[in-house]
């Protein structure tokens, strides 16, 4: 039997590991100003991928010709979600590895699906979804420091 330890330093390894997959998985983003990537893991097992970028049928544009983001782009946590979603799994207790903090509106779609543990690289430019994660009761919430991938 594993002791704690042990434990506690294999999961920092996958956290790790997952982490760089979702920061893999960014890059596929048409979006300039910032790429973010997101994986849905359970049981060990990746059950949806996100990233950034507007929805299916759309140009692959995120910013306008002023370089501001278009109000339709979804977020990568959200495409996450909402393909897990339409997959027929189930992302109750599930671990979502996201490269940026996710925002308020995301945060509420992580509550509202059953998450339970979000982990992420980098501070978004609001704290209030991170906040909000935080108030939910069941959710595991840790920023994995980006010199620590």
Request: charged letters at 25%; proline letters at 2%.
């Given at each position: 039997?594993?002791?704690?330890?042990?434990?506690?330093?294999?999961?920092?390894?996958?956290?790790?590991?997952?982490?760089?997959?979702?920061?893999?998985?960014?890059?596929?983003?048409?979006?300039?100003?910032?790429?973010?990537?997101?994986?849905?893991?359970?049981?060990r097992m990746?059950?949806?991928?996100?990233f950034n970028?507007?929805?299916?049928?759309?140009?692959?544009?995120?910013?306008?010709?002023?370089?501001?983001?278009?109000?339709?782009?979804?977020?990568?946590?959200?495409?996450?979600?909402?393909?897990?979603?339409?997959?027929?799994?189930?992302?109750?207790?599930?671990?979502?590895?996201?490269?940026?903090?996710?925002?308020?509106?995301?945060?509420?779609?992580?509550?509202?699906?059953?998450i339970s543990?979000?982990?992420?690289?980098?501070?978004?430019?609001?704290?209030?979804?991170?906040?909000?994660?935080?108030?939910?009761?069941?959710?595991?919430?840790?920023?994995?420091?980006?010199?620590?991938?």
């Amino acid at each position: 039997m594993e002791n704690n330890s042990n434990s506690e330093d294999r999961q920092r390894m996958f956290d790790k590991h997952y982490l760089e997959m979702a920061a893999i998985w960014a890059k596929n983003s048409y979006c300039k100003r910032r790429q973010v990537g997101a994986l849905l893991v359970k049981n060990r097992m990746i059950i949806s991928d996100g990233f950034n970028g507007t929805p299916s049928g759309f140009e692959n544009q995120c910013e306008d010709d002023n370089n501001i983001t278009k109000p339709y782009v979804l977020h990568a946590e959200a495409n996450a979600i909402t393909k897990v979603a339409k997959s027929g799994n189930s992302s109750e207790g599930a671990t979502l590895y996201i490269t940026t903090a996710p925002c308020i509106e995301c945060a509420k779609l992580i509550i509202q699906s059953g998450i339970s543990r979000v982990v992420y690289a980098e501070e978004y430019r609001k704290s209030d979804g991170i906040e909000l994660l935080k108030m939910a009761s069941g959710i595991d919430v840790e920023n994995f420091k980006g010199d620590e991938i």
